[in-house]
Nanobody, 123 residues
Framework: QVQLVESGGGLVQVGGSLRLSCAAS????????VAWFRQAPGKEREFVAA????????DYADSVKGRCTISRDVAKNTVYLQMASLKPEDTAVYYC????????????????WGQGAQVTVDS
């Protein structure tokens, strides 16, 4: 099966930037839609951003639109989430997820999940 590994998390100051990476195993990963979700302590998991197969389209949650960019490198089987102007409310564990279908904001629709990467924005 497809394995997803997140990296790039860490501690960043308010207003700073960070780039998360989601590296995937498996062939034809560009055929999968990939999304980023996040979950803060005591809160529900929420959708952040998604990129379609072959990067035909992207989707962003209102809370991050204009501050985040999702992209993919086909040759490296990697999807990125570039975050800027970070706020304390961005603090969460970030997960990447993939499915062999079009993008959706519903987490349960995604078949494959990474282990998560902690992002902490100090206040």
């Amino acid at each position: 099966q497809v394995q997803l590994v997140e990296s790039g998390g860490g501690l960043v100051q308010v207003g700073g930037s960070l780039r998360l990476s989601c590296a995937a195993s498996g062939r034809a990963f560009s055929s999968y839609a990939v999304a980023w979700f996040r979950q803060a302590p005591g809160k529900e998991r929420e959708f952040v951003a998604a990129v379609s197969q072959y990067a035909w389209s992207t989707d962003y949650a209102d809370s991050v639109k204009g501050r985040c960019t999702i992209s993919r490198d086909v040759a490296k089987n990697t999807v990125y989430l570039q975050m800027a102007s970070l706020k304390p409310e961005d603090t969460a564990v970030y997960y990447c997820a993939a499915r062999y279908r079009g993008t959706t904001r519903i987490g349960a629709a995604y078949e494959y999940w990474g282990q998560g990467a902690q992002v902490t924005v100090d206040s």
